[in-house]
């Protein structure tokens, strides 16, 4: 990471070894906070950073501030403005990761009242890879732990303090030697990934579990719907899931900002179709590796271009 790394916190810029919340501050003891995760992509052709889905992600963090209670004096096309500025200072040419968050920045304990409750926003970028080896079929395990029900804390949401069921069922995957988890919901159907959403693909037709099966209202998730549609003619259906048929499934892949697309080649030691990736999701992969570098015209709306000199 550069020494003149930039950040964004209370309403103004400020080198990131300068942005610092005190120990007392509530966020960081009760999980009172909303998180996006948004990726910039290198350019190399055009010397530009392209944000993908840059309203999409804000738009999301708004409906989760109304969830907590935080009020931030920003609105969607601040943010986006806000973070392009903090893009172009920080010079990277490379890909990255944009964090904003929105917390309550008071520093209070024992104190569980949201009103009461001070709050502030800030945003870092840092240089960032592959999240998951999306280049092979993953494996995967079925966790031990259940998603949180939208009745406990709403999951269609980035709330920080969801993530630490994600956590969990990511560490206990990764101890026992697979890449990624797969996560059941409280009735026994599936939910979703650690941290990324899930498709499955029979005879040609693409399956999803709906946001009532308690996942994440994914903006990937959102583009696979538009691009299977638009560009392979499949319209995606909705339904819930049951763990058994992603065994017998010809495909599985998962989807998300930092996962991409990514297949899944085993789950719980049975082999998923081919064992490799298969034929959609792959066409899938393509369009959309494509698309998030501002590579492809059709979709250039989605992409927020940011000339790095």
Same mark, same amino acid.
């Given at each position: 990471?550069?020494?003149?790394?930039?950040?964004?916190? @209370?309403?103004?810029?400020? *080198?990131?070894?300068?942005?610092?919340?005190?120990? /007392?501050?509530?966020?960081?003891?009760? @999980?009172?906070?909303?998180? $996006?995760?948004?990726?910039?992509?290198?350019?190399?052709?055009?010397?530009?950073?392209?944000?993908? #889905?840059? #309203?999409?992600h804000y738009e999301r963090l708004i409906r989760g501030t109304r969830i907590l209670l935080i009020d931030i004096p920003y609105? !969607?096309? $601040?943010?986006?403005?806000?973070?392009?500025?903090?893009?172009?200072?920080?010079?990277?040419?490379?890909?990255?990761?944009?964090?904003?968050?929105?917390? *309550?920045?008071?520093?209070?304990?024992?104190?569980?009242?949201?009103?009461?409750? +001070?709050?502030?926003?800030?945003? /870092?970028?840092?240089?960032?890879?592959?999240?998951i080896d999306s280049t092979r079929a993953i494996n995967c395990c079925t966790s031990s732990w259940r998603r949180l029900d939208d009745t406990n804390?709403?999951?269609? !949401? *980035?709330?920080?303090?969801?993530?630490?069921?994600?956590?969990?069922?990511?560490?206990?995957?990764?101890?026992?030697?697979?890449?990624?988890?797969?996560?059941?919901?409280?009735?026994?159907?599936?939910?979703?990934?650690?941290? +990324?959403?899930?498709?499955?693909?029979?005879?040609? +037709?693409?399956?999803?579990?709906?946001?009532?099966?308690?996942? =994440?209202?994914?903006?990937?998730?959102?583009?696979?719907?538009?691009?299977?549609?638009? $560009?392979?003619?499949?319209?995606? *259906?909705?339904?819930?899931?049951? #763990?058994?048929?992603?065994? =017998?499934?010809? +495909? !599985?892949?998962?989807?998300?900002?930092?996962?991409?697309?990514?297949?899944?080649?085993?789950?719980?030691?049975?082999?998923? @179709?081919?064992?490799?990736?298969?034929?959609?999701?792959?066409?899938?992969?393509?369009?959309?590796?494509?698309?998030? #570098?501002?590579?492809?015209?059709?979709?250039?709306?989605?992409?927020?271009?940011?000339?790095?000199?």
């Amino acid at each position: 990471m550069k020494e003149n790394t930039w950040a964004y916190i @209370g309403g103004k810029q400020v *080198k990131l070894v300068d942005a610092k919340v005190g120990i /007392m501050t509530h966020a960081l003891h009760y @999980g009172t906070a909303v998180f $996006e995760g948004i990726r910039g992509n290198w350019n190399t052709k055009n010397a530009s950073m392209i944000i993908f #889905r840059l #309203r999409e992600h804000y738009e999301r963090l708004i409906r989760g501030t109304r969830i907590l209670l935080i009020d931030i004096p920003y609105d !969607v096309d $601040e943010l986006c403005n806000i973070t392009t500025d903090l893009v172009h200072k920080s010079e990277y040419k490379q890909d990255v990761y944009i964090r904003p968050i929105a917390y *309550k920045s008071a520093e209070k304990i024992a104190n569980l009242k949201l009103p009461e409750l +001070e709050n502030d926003f800030a945003l /870092m970028i840092i240089p960032f890879g592959d999240y998951i080896d999306s280049t092979r079929a993953i494996n995967c395990c079925t966790s031990s732990w259940r998603r949180l029900d939208d009745t406990n804390i709403p999951p269609r !949401v *980035k709330i920080s303090g969801n993530y630490v069921n994600s956590i969990l069922a990511k560490t206990e995957a990764v101890l026992a030697g697979f890449d990624e988890a797969i996560i059941l919901n409280q009735s026994g159907s599936v939910s979703e990934g650690s941290g +990324e959403n899930l498709f499955i693909v029979n005879d040609g +037709e693409i399956t999803t579990p709906p946001l009532s099966d308690n996942n =994440l209202d994914g903006i990937t998730r959102n583009c696979v719907f538009e691009i299977a549609k638009q $560009e392979l003619g499949i319209g995606i *259906k909705e339904k819930t899931i049951f #763990r058994s048929e992603l065994y =017998l499934a010809d +495909e !599985v892949f998962l989807t998300g900002t930092a996962a991409h697309i990514t297949p899944v080649g085993q789950l719980d030691k049975r082999t998923i @179709g081919t064992g490799e990736t298969g034929q959609i999701t792959t066409k899938i992969q393509n369009l959309y590796s494509d698309i998030v #570098r501002g590579n492809n015209s059709k979709y250039l709306d989605w992409c927020t271009s940011v000339q790095i000199s």
